[in-house]
């Protein structure tokens, strides 16, 4: 149980860094709405790891947060990216493609030799 | 680098929990409030926008739970829950709480004082500078004693060998001082140039010894320490006008020591040795040596040295016999100085040891019963999903908990006890000055408390929850099989506890017994109503200075007679238990066989007919009476034996029976000049009843007695026999001193403050270990009678049936008691093979008994049944009580 946990978390890691990458600073709720959206709502991100996640992320010091207020006026956790956050997720951005690479070979069937 | 931050992120998180719970609950409650909107949005009712979002969002608390694990550090949390429940349990049950943590403590704290005096006096390394370079050089008799070195023989070592960076030899002795303030007898020691250079220090003020000090007939100097300095020389920073009178010298102070060096011990002057020059004899034994090892030489490297030295002056000196050293040994200085102290501390830390034992045997067994009692809470916690491994760390909590209370409070009592030991401890225990509860000390109570929590801990916890916890459940509670095993184990410790018990009682009986045969020797000489007044005059050669001091004394003691209440005055060299008297090797030869050169008397001292070996005391007639030493024949000195009538001497029965076995001494004459410088011959005219010298516990030495008249000397202890106020007579006395010679000091005391002194070593271990012993008893007990009560009071029931089923009171009584003294025979017999195998260990401190002695083993044996028995007999009449009605209604 505790390992699919950590895969997920992983990736999740990487979605919330490369969404604060490209929306600048946002909310728990933004970052939720905005995974979900560009997952063309395949994903729905699971409340319960998303909070820990964050919290974890902030820990390893590559968010960082603050209050402050929404557009609609209503007093907000704002996360954003930090430096060592920048190049997190350049490096980690980079594994994952290189894993999704060597998965697509062994996985497509053409190139089994 | 992230995971290291994420530490103490998570190390800060486990303290500002409840500011960050605030924060997430405002964190979901805006993104509820958002969903909230986007459904709005979507065109639903207020209130199915609000289900809808609630459903999404999934179980808030939930979240808030895993959040908070990630938040902080889930194991340090878990241990602050473990404590905050662990005490709350303790203080439930505070009796028992307050029972283990007492007996806890009196474990640790016992062991922590008998460690500080072991630290203190064996471990912690010499204040000096590499401590452990410094070495003692001894040479070895023919019967491989160690004995002190003689100057010819130490000045080959200093040549000859290349072990030591410096090496100097040093003895000390009473003089009296004055020149500074008061006329005092004060510590001095005689000692080599290079004495501090072996310690690695110098004058903090003034210059170290030279050669030129030392050479014969040099201006007299001396180092002072810097207690003496600050005291009695009033810290003067000038020492060119400071100058101290020393036995009747005027001697310069050239240094000031730094403070906190005091060696030999006590010592508070040091003198240059040998300013009259050495004693050219290999067979005066008059220093002691200490020297510094050569950097990257060993210890074995430089005693082969020395020995090799050692046996080459035995092969070639002209001096043979038996005062001729054999060999030689260099051994740390540490250990040289602890030595005699070793085995007996060693004892006590064992004896100590085993109380410590006991007393975790007796908590382990109070957690037992606890965790026997807890096992429907361990068994809910587990169904509820708790781990074992959760579980064992419960209890290891608490046990580290009363371990921790138990070992501070232990280290508080330690402070008392280290003083009361300090206070017990005898005068000749060496460095006890240096015994206090220290760093290392405080380290190693540390680390006992927590072995001693490990044990406790994992040995409940282990007991525990081994098994199937639900089971209890199942059973309403009742526990009766779980029950009946730790009963098991506790009827184990119990046996094991009076093993231990009877080892330590038996040892302490050993030692008791030893006290008690060591208390019926008979001395040889009275002790009580003996005032002792220890009067030194400056040394003298000249036999006109020696004659006038032989006239002083007399002076002095005819005075003493006439203070009231004082019946008999006597003088001696020492007092028996008292420092000892020198001995030395006397020749049998008659007036005509008088060699007339120094070779001449070496020859005879080849045939060892002619030789004898004795102690040499000097004393004068009423000595004999005041110590009540018994005339056997002949006569002791008296008018006749004036100092220029021939000499005598009066001998001890066991010189005269083992000397002149079949033969009357009496009319003999010996020569023993080699003691004091005094060719003429002494005819023996008396035996008289032997002493026991050394100690109790030793055999009388021989002794030739010679007469103060005589053969005069300048420092002795004159002893008044009087039925009059010690304090009275001691002001008397002082005022008959101050009246002859304002200059003389003197020191008093009683005999039989000397004499007890003597048997403070024995007494000391005998009470310590005795302590221990009663302690470890009353544990035992206590822990007998609790296993014995916890299992009639799980019986009731059983109890209960039995009679029911027509069982009679008498056999009830025989079960319970049959119960106790199977534990109890197999506690006894474990005890004693273990005493059998481990008091060898005591065998060097006994005197009289045997260490397999049967008296003391029976009646160790007998005492620890019958205690035990009566631990076992008041449980067991409870149970004889039980009425099966109540019992059955039990539980």
Known sequence: MTDKKDVWQGTLALMVLKTLQSMGPLHGYGIARRIEQTSGDLLSVNYGTLYPGLLKLEQEGYISSEWGLSDNNRKAKYYKLTRAGRKQLESEAREWEQTTEILARFLSPERES | MGSLRSFFARLAGVFTGSRRDRELSDELEFHLQMHIDDNLRRGMSPEEARRQAVIDLGGVEQTKEIYRERRGLPMIETLLQDVRFGARMLARNLGFTVVAILTLALGIGATTAIFSVVYGVLLQPLPYCDSNRIMSVFELTSKAMRSRLADPNFNDFRDQSRSFQAIAKYGDNVVSVSGASQPTRTSVANVSPDFLKVFGIQPILGRDFTADDAKKGAGPTVLVSYGYWKQDLASSPDLSQAHLKIDGAIYSVIGVLPPGFHFPADVDLWLPADLDGENPSRTSHNYSAVGRLRDGVTVQQANGEISAIARRIHDTSSEQGDYLLKDAIVIPLQDSLTGKARSPLLVLLDAVGFLLLVACANVANLLLAQASVRERELAIRSALGAARGRLVRQFLTEAFLLSL?????????????????????????????????????????????????????????LRATSGDLRKALLEGGRGQAGAQGSQRVGQIIVAAQIAITLVLVVGAGLLGRSLMKVLEVNPGFRVDKIVAMDVSLPWVEDPKAKADQAIFFSNLIDRLKQIPGVRKVGA???????GGLPDGTFLLMSQNELPKTVDGFGLLRRQKERIGIAD????????FQVLGIPLIRGRIFDERDGPNSPHVAVISESLARDRWPNQDPIGHTIEFGNMDSDLRLLTIVGIVGDVHEDGLDLPPQPTVYVDLFQRPRSAITLTMLSDADTRSVTSAARGILQDLNPEIPAKFGTFSQIYSASLGSRRFNVILIGFFGII????????????????????TREIGVRVALGASSGSVLRMILGQGLRTIFLGIAIGIVGSLALTRTVESLLFGVTATDPLTFAGVTLLLVGTALLACYVPARRAMQVDPMVALRHE
């Open chain 2, 405 to 461: 209370v138990g070992g501070g409070l232990g280290v508080l009592g330690a402070f008392w006890g280290v003083a009361g030991i300090v206070a017990l401890a005898p005068e000749n225990l060496p460095r006890l000055d240096s015994v206090s509860i220290s760093i290392p000390v405080l380290v190693f109570a540390f680390l006992l408390s927590t072995a001693v929590a490990v044990g406790l801990g994992a040995f409940t916890a």
């Open chain 2, 572 to 578: 001696v060299s020492a007092l028996p238990m008292d």
């Open chain 2, 616 to 623: 040499f005391c000097v004393a004068t007639d009423e000595y």
């Open chain 2, 776 to 795: 470890a008893l009353l544990l035992a007990t206590a822990g007998v009678f609790g296993v014995m009560a916890y299992s009639v009071s799980r019986r």
